[in-house]
């Protein structure tokens, strides 16, 4: 069972199921169409001047008038409520609308709408709140989650995270679960940055809603705690994943210290890259396992070799992509974030052959196509003399990109 609000059940909201308008049925239910018509219309105009826009008295007569018209013409003995919206918007809006109001295309209301139609959408939505029996059943996840916010004192308000304190990381997996989840509650406000730039503070907002407890019991579907339901959505993500799709995987699985997941994702990433041929998504892959590798101490240093490990595989097979398609006079898409995949790696990746690899970002600077954006890696690599290295020749076998401990 699953309480429900009007907000939710309106399907003015997105609920396609939905019901339009139920905070106007319940006046229906409750009175008659009259005294719903005249709710409607002082809640719409009571909403309206709270919110500082002018709404006259003659505007109230217009609408009134406009409503009893339509509802006339269209053969009702009392106005309906698209009848009052129909008045309202004729007497309120002078303006051209981008769009048809949501009563009449039955779909959610359009971004940007006319603050008019907003308020009448939410007036005729509602705010009523359902509530089940306190002995209703829920499934175990509510109760794992709500002990295991107490536990670590994440109570609702703002908290700020460092990321080196073991506490900490155990507060910021929690919440990062919670994301990946879907439950409106926590908000993280600063400090996830992106998968090539992994920052060790966070700050995040917890705000436990009406909607708190009816998405914890649907997201119950997905396992009885925290962890394993949202490695079950996570591992959902994995089917059919292209290479930058699993890197965004690799990166949630790691920010909610999931590491029987981590460890699977990284077994296996190997055959994605052995058989990709997209670029960009070897680039992303490898990007995203180095700045783990490099920034991650807080939540990935049980996976740190392997990392490093699967950067140096999609730098090397993408240095092999290069070298094979560098001749064709165009540089492939991709081919400057794969170059900086190589280049990063190379410095910092604390790698053996570093010369070499240095040497083979060079070469593709002296090819006819990335060469503007593998001229500016090897500078930036520290080698800020040209290369006299020939390309690769056609079918010959490309560079090893080996990773060390």
Do not use: K
Request: charged content about 20%; hydrophobic content about 45%; aromatic content about 4%.
């Amino acid at each position: 069972m699953i309480p429900y609000s009007d907000r939710r059940l309106d399907a003015f909201g997105g609920y396609q199921s939905g019901m339009p308008s139920p905070g106007y049925y319940r006046w229906l239910w409750r009175g008659d169409a009259a005294s719903a018509a005249e709710a409607a219309v002082r809640g719409v105009v009571a909403r309206l001047r709270t919110a500082g826009l002018p709404v006259s008295s003659a505007d109230l007569v217009a609408a009134g008038t406009l409503s009893r018209g339509l509802a006339d013409l269209r053969g009702h003995r009392t106005p309906s409520r698209t009848d009052v919206l129909d008045g309202l918007v004729g007497a309120l809006i002078a303006d051209d609308l981008p769009a048809p109001p949501p009563w009449i295309t039955r779909g959610a209301i359009a971004d940007g709408a006319h603050p008019a139609i907003t308020a009448m959408v939410q007036v005729l939505t509602g705010d009523a709140v359902g509530r089940l029996h306190p002995d209703t059943p829920t499934p175990p996840l509510v109760g794992a989650v709500e002990a295991e916010l107490a536990a670590l004192g994440l109570s609702d308000g703002e908290h700020h995270l460092d990321l080196g304190d073991p506490r900490d990381q155990r507060r910021s997996a929690a919440l990062h679960r919670l994301r990946i989840l879907g439950i409106p509650g926590p908000r993280l406000d600063d400090g996830l940055g992106s998968v090539t730039h992994v920052r060790l503070a966070e700050r995040w907002t917890l705000r436990r809603g009406d909607d708190w407890r009816p998405a914890l019991i649907e997201a119950g579907a997905h396992g009885p705690g925290p962890a394993e339901a949202a490695a079950f959505v996570l591992r959902d993500r994995l089917h059919d994943a292209d290479l930058a799709a699993l890197a965004g995987v690799l990166f949630d699985a790691l920010l909610c210290a999931l590491g029987d997941l981590v460890a699977d994702v990284l077994g296996g990433a190997t055959g994605l890259i052995d058989s990709a041929h997209d670029l960009a998504g070897l680039a992303r892959v490898g990007r995203t396992a180095l700045a783990l590798w490099r920034h991650g101490e807080a939540f990935a240093a049980a996976h740190e070799t392997a990392l490093l490990a699967l950067a140096a595989a999609a730098a090397d097979h993408a240095a092999d992509l290069l070298y094979d398609t560098v001749h064709g006079g165009r540089a492939p898409e991709g081919a400057g974030e794969a170059v900086v995949l190589i280049r990063d790696l190379a410095r910092h990746g604390d790698r053996a052959d570093r010369t070499d690899l240095i040497g083979d970002v060079a070469a593709l600077a002296v090819s006819s196509a990335p060469r503007s954006c593998a001229a500016r890696a090897q500078a930036s690599a520290g080698h800020s003399a040209p290369s006299t290295r020939p390309p690769r020749p056609p079918g010959a076998p490309a560079p090893t990109v080996s990773a060390t401990g």
